[in-house]
């Protein structure tokens, strides 16, 4: 466990670390590779408009070692919101140290102040990521039985061929 990991939103000057951070994510989890300059506009945009979403970093010993975002969604059901943590991401050499347990308590803590609003913390791992799934497991996360589907626009005709 780290001496002391402590929390707070994320600032402009941790753009260009939590953009790694993503980088990093993608490679390890997904084997893709992500375009840098869409990653840093892509978090800068949260950082400089929390309507969006916010991110939150957590910091060992003065450095950035992980962050997590978080989106809302509304459920016409709860008549509430649903926070999805996204892009949750620790540093390998802090990993095993208390710095994910930090981000989930802060979020955690901050659901309850909000608690009129939000209805339930949400997230999406990789179904091949044994790993992740225990440990939001413990962290009191049950698998669902909804699957994540997805559709993307196609692309305009002003856009070269990807």
């Known amino acids: 466990m780290a001496d002391s990991v402590v929390v707070r939103d994320a600032l402009v000057a941790d753009v260009t670390t939590i953009a790694c951070f993503n980088a990093c994510l993608a490679r390890e989890t997904e084997d893709r590779q992500l375009d840098g300059g869409i990653l840093v506009r892509g978090v800068q945009a949260v950082v400089e408009d929390s309507r969006l979403a916010f991110y939150l970093v957590a910091e060992v010993d003065g450095a950035v070692a992980g962050c997590l975002m978080v989106t809302s969604e509304w459920s016409d059901w709860r008549n509430g919101v649903f926070w999805w943590l996204q892009s949750v991401y620790v540093a390998p050499e802090c990993r095993r140290r208390g710095v994910f347990r930090a981000l989930i308590e802060a979020v955690r803590i901050r659901a309850a102040a909000a608690a009129e609003h939000v209805c339930g913390l949400r997230l ?14 413990r962290f009191g996360f ?8 997805e559709a993307l626009p196609p692309p305009s005709a002003a ?4």
């Not at 999406?124 to 497991?137: P, Q, S």
């Not at 049950?142 to 589907?149: F, I, S």
């Not at 856009?159 to 990807?162: S, T």
């Open 124 to 137: 999406y791992v990789e179904t091949h990521n044994i790993l992740a799934r225990a440990t939001y497991r």
């Open 142 to 149: 049950e698998e669902t039985g909804y699957m994540v589907l």
């Open 159 to 162: 856009e070269p061929d990807a």
